[in-house]
């Protein structure tokens, strides 16, 4: 693919959705769980995905049940990034409902004040921000051999990109999402809307496998009518709970997708909640970029969006799989 042409590609054949080739004869079952399962068995260190950096800009915070574990994360008074367990240790408040305040987070039952450090019962958890995300260590959670830092993909330099990160919620285990993401197969037809003209070129196991566990897609994006954004990409699952999409050729290349499941605990009827964080963080070489950058507060919504509605979709799918899952009926 030439990088320099217009990245707007005019198909010439729209094939009608119930025409295009079926799919389901390649996406094997074997495959997608084989993949799931090494992605399983990779290291985590314990890190956890909470939300997105630029939530703390400022007095902002982040507060979230992972894995049952309240968790806060804030800047402290030093500008440095500091979290810890999300229930006060005088009498419990929920310190997500709490404001911070010049890099204090002030319990709004009774004042206790917190600025990072230990006090008063209340212990610091290690936590770390990207540029992008911000992860929280939970060792007791995890049970692996710590990591001094999370599995943070390759990715272009946040300052030169557009970056956006989506949040949803799903009834279903963080292994039903990478199975969704595993299995690039349903996209042109599940995602009409977006996708079109997919090919998976090459999975694991396949005759061009080189052994990087990957696979390997030709798609386009839809844009409008005819219109189309044809690229190469590559899925792979660098740790237990993420699944990254990196462009490879077309127009974007060194562009990625990440998708990543939290853990969340259970609802009231006992069933699992997991949260699917997806970072997009886009790069491109071509003059214009700059100006896309530039207006990224437009543009970052109209992101979101996208996200969203894929997710709609495909936390359908996940949730669907977890249902048959825990009823003993899913295939195979």
């Not at 006060?88 to 408040?93: S, Y």
């Not at 963080?174 to 977006?194: I, T």
């Not at 030709?218 to 462009?247: C, N, Q, W, Y």
Request: charged share 25%; hydrophobic share 40%; glycine share 10%.
């Amino acid at each position: 693919m030439n990088r320099r042409r217009l990245p707007l590609s005019l198909r010439r054949h729209a094939v009608p959705w119930e025409r295009q080739r079926p799919t389901w004869r390649e996406a094997r079952p074997a495959v997608i769980a084989g993949a799931l399962k090494r992605a399983q068995t990779r290291p985590s260190g314990n890190w956890y995905v909470v939300g997105a950096s630029r939530a703390l800009r400022g007095d902002g915070k982040l507060a979230r049940t992972v894995a049952d574990q309240e968790v806060v994360v804030w800047r402290g008074p030093d500008g440095r990034l500091v979290g810890g367990p999300g229930i006060c240790p005088h009498l419990g408040a929920p310190l997500r409902d709490s404001p911070v305040r010049c890099g204090t987070l002030v319990c709004h039952w009774h004042g206790l004040a917190l600025d990072g450090g230990a006090y008063a019962g209340w212990s610091p958890l290690p936590v770390h921000d990207d540029g992008v995300l911000v992860w929280v260590r939970l060792d007791t959670v995890g049970g692996e051999e710590p990591l001094a830092a999370p599995v943070v993909p390759r990715r272009p330099e946040p300052a030169r990109a557009l970056t956006a990160v989506y949040t949803g919620v799903g009834v279903c285990d963080p292994e039903d999402v990478l199975a969704n993401r595993l299995d690039p197969w349903h996209g042109a037809w599940f995602h009409p809307y977006s996708f079109v003209d997919l090919t998976v070129v090459d999975a694991p196991g396949g005759a061009a496998d080189d052994g990087a566990d990957a696979f390997t897609v030709d798609l386009s994006f839809k844009v409008a009518g005819r219109l189309v954004v044809p690229v190469r990409a590559v899925f792979t699952a660098p740790e237990p709970r993420t699944v990254v999409m990196h462009i490879t050729e077309g127009e974007g290349v060194g562009s990625v997708v990440e998708t990543h499941a939290t853990p969340l605990g259970t609802d009231g009827s006992g069933r699992p909640r997991t949260a699917v964080v997806e970072a997009v963080v886009a790069a491109s070489d071509r003059p214009g970029f700059a100006v896309a950058r530039r207006a990224a507060p437009l543009l970052r919504p109209l992101v979101r969006a996208a996200a969203g509605r894929l997710w709609r979709d495909d936390l359908a799918y996940a949730e669907r799989r977890r249902h048959l899952r825990s009823t003993g009926r899913f295939p195979g």
